[in-house]
T-cell receptor, first 112, second 111 residues
Framework: SQQGEEDPQALSIQEGENATMNCSYK?????LQWYRQNSGRGLVHLIL?????REKHSGRLRVTLDTSKKSSSLLITASRAADTASYFC????????????FGKGTRLHILP | DAGITQSPRYKITETGRQVTLMCHQT?????MFWYRQDLGHGLRLIYY???????DKGEVPDGYVVSRSKTENFPLTLESATRSQTSVYFC??????????FGSGTQLSVL
């Protein structure tokens, strides 16, 4: 079964608005990562947050992690048309079995 | 060029045939992964490798075989292709940072 589950499955917002995606997971983690996938392309790493971190920023991206709730959120501020893509969370487990497991993703569509 | 290369980009085959998807990385990354992506399932881990000659099963390994005789190569073989293996296959690699770098994918159709 998949470790991470993103919510919502799909999201449409107006350009300029903020987009928030959530990820819930099941087991203890070493870190959690977010990736972006443009249509027909491979995934691109966006940001990694370690289990001892609560918040991390990278440009217009803000990621939070709540290990007590086993959840993370990705916030994209001031969205742009180029942000239209699918976003996936991936968990790197604490037990170091080396598996990096992805969720099903959130499809984000930025409306002009 | 440095990077991770998957071949072929597209493949059509028939049920029962053996198919090998190639993955080559030039970073000397220890870790390599194979995922399949299907609508409604996201990415599912098939097999992964922590180093040369070390491989392990992921979430959906049945029907697949991998090998890793060299650090840079991680081929995925479908021993007897089935229609349910029609999918987009992604190879990825990482160093100890555990940030995955993905290839462009192989779109496989099994008729």
């Amino acid at each position: 079964s998949q470790q991470g589950e993103e919510d919502p499955q799909a999201l449409s917002i107006q350009e300029g608005e903020n987009a928030t995606m959530n990820c819930s997971y099941k087991t203890s983690i070493n870190n959690l990562q977010w990736y972006r996938q443009n249509s027909g392309r491979g995934l691109v790493h966006l940001i990694l947050i370690r289990s001892n971190e609560r918040e991390k920023h990278s440009g217009r991206l803000r990621v939070t992690l709540d290990t007590s709730k086993k959840s993370s959120s990705l916030l994209i501020t001031a969205s742009r048309a180029a942000d239209t893509a699918s976003y996936f969370c991936a968990t790197d487990p604490l037990n170091r079995d080396d598996k990096i497991i992805f969720g099903k993703g959130t499809r984000l569509h930025i409306l002009p | 060029d440095a990077g991770i290369t998957q071949s072929p980009r597209y493949k059509i085959t028939e049920t029962g045939r053996q198919v090998t998807l190639m993955c080559h990385q030039t970073w000397s990354h220890s870790y390599m992964f194979w995922y399949r992506q299907d609508l409604g399932h996201g990415l599912r881990l098939i097999y992964y490798s922590a180093a040369a000659d070390i491989t392990d099963k992921g979430e959906v390994p049945d029907g697949y075989v991998v090998s890793r005789s060299k650090t840079e190569n991680f081929p995925l073989t479908l021993e007897s292709a089935t229609r349910s293996q029609t999918s987009v296959y992604f190879c990825a690699s990482s160093d100890n940072s555990r940030k995955l770098l993905f290839g462009s994918g192989t779109q496989l159709s099994v008729l």
